[in-house]
């Protein structure tokens, strides 16, 4: 009987017996004894080369997977794309999509904001923006990560990719944890071209440098996105100028306001992206909400603009 494919693997190291797979929480048998040595072997290679780093890929047989330490001997294993995903390919309401794909972002700029609890797919659908964008505008965007969970570097269409590992940049290993992403934003940005249909993809939003340093490029005109963990959109954006405030930004809710074009807020069921969406293109009377702070006011217009556009596709 052929084995179902492994999504993630909670590896032990020291024992693979204790090891739990997934889907379907299984306890290993013999038969899988082979993948999860082979498994920790490159796991513990991998961690050696890192260093302190607690958060890595590996790649084995040609498959990517995202690593995270846990435990002394434990670490979370997780199946990542290899294919630069396409928005047509996740099954997106058409509005979302729309939106993602806007042709006014080239010109205004500013923060698109993916937000989602872990395992969402929040990164999947951000970088499927940032290819489908590429294909459909041409231009240039740049990815800095920490660690590269979907390799999307190169050409997609008349558009070009590069991809900037935190780890792997000049400042990596100069800086703490909280320093050493925006670092490798400030440098990524010393070779950012014209701000014309170029992108910058932020992978995720955890510290409150890069919190800060975030909102002071959207708010300068550039096309930025990136990932924060929430449970829904003004939570997420409250928890954005929280860490913001924290690295040194006062204006935070002010930056917000004035730079913030779109955000989403994703969950998966059975595989299918579950999505809401704020719009914000043209919208100052929401925007007087944001710089006040007050982002649980926003909910009544999350709540109108869903139905409006759920309306819209059944007309």
């Known amino acids: 009987m052929a084995q179902q494919i492994i999504t993630d693997v909670q590896l032990h190291v020291r024992d693979w017996k204790s090891s739990v797979l997934f889907p379907g929480q299984i306890k290993p048998g013999e038969e899988y004894k082979n993948f999860l040595m082979k498994l920790t072997e490159v796991v513990l290679t991998e961690q050696q080369e890192v260093g302190r780093r607690t958060g890595f890929t590996i790649t084995i047989g040609g498959l990517r997977w995202r690593v995270q330490r ?154 930025v996105l990136s990932t924060i963990h929430s449970r829904d959109i003004p939570s997420a954006l409250r928890r954005l100028a929280s860490l913001a405030r924290a690295g040194g930004e006062a204006q935070a809710d002010e930056f917000i306001a004035d730079s913030l074009r779109m955000v989403f807020h994703q969950r998966l069921d059975n595989g299918i992206p579950q999505v809401t969406s704020l719009d914000l293109r043209d919208r100052k009377d929401l925007s007087q909400f944001i710089n006040k702070g007050e982002y649980a006011r926003l909910e009544g217009e999350i709540d109108i603009q869903r139905r409006k556009n759920i309306q819209g596709r059944g007309a």
């Open 70 to 223: 846990m435990q002394q001997y434990r670490y979370a294993c997780r199946l990542v794309m290899n294919k630069a995903p396409r928005l047509n390919d996740l099954r997106l309401l058409d509005f979302h999509t729309t939106m993602m794909q806007s042709d006014e972002l080239k010109k205004s700029g500013g923060l698109v904001l993916f937000s989602g609890l872990t395992g969402s797919g929040k990164t999947t659908t951000m970088n499927a923006m940032v290819v489908s964008r590429l294909e459909k505008f041409g231009g240039f965007a740049q990815t800095v990560e920490d660690p590269v969970e979907i390799v999307i570097e190169g050409w997609h269409g008349d558009g070009y990719c590069t991809q900037i590992d935190v780890a792997d940049s000049p400042s990596g290993q100069e800086f703490n944890f909280d320093r050493r992403y925006a670092e490798a934003i400030t440098t990524a940005l010393r070779s950012f071209p014209a701000r014309d249909r170029s992108m910058l993809m932020i992978g995720e939003v955890r510290d409150a440098h890069s919190a800060a340093e975030l909102l002071r490029i959207a708010v300068d005109g550039h096309l």
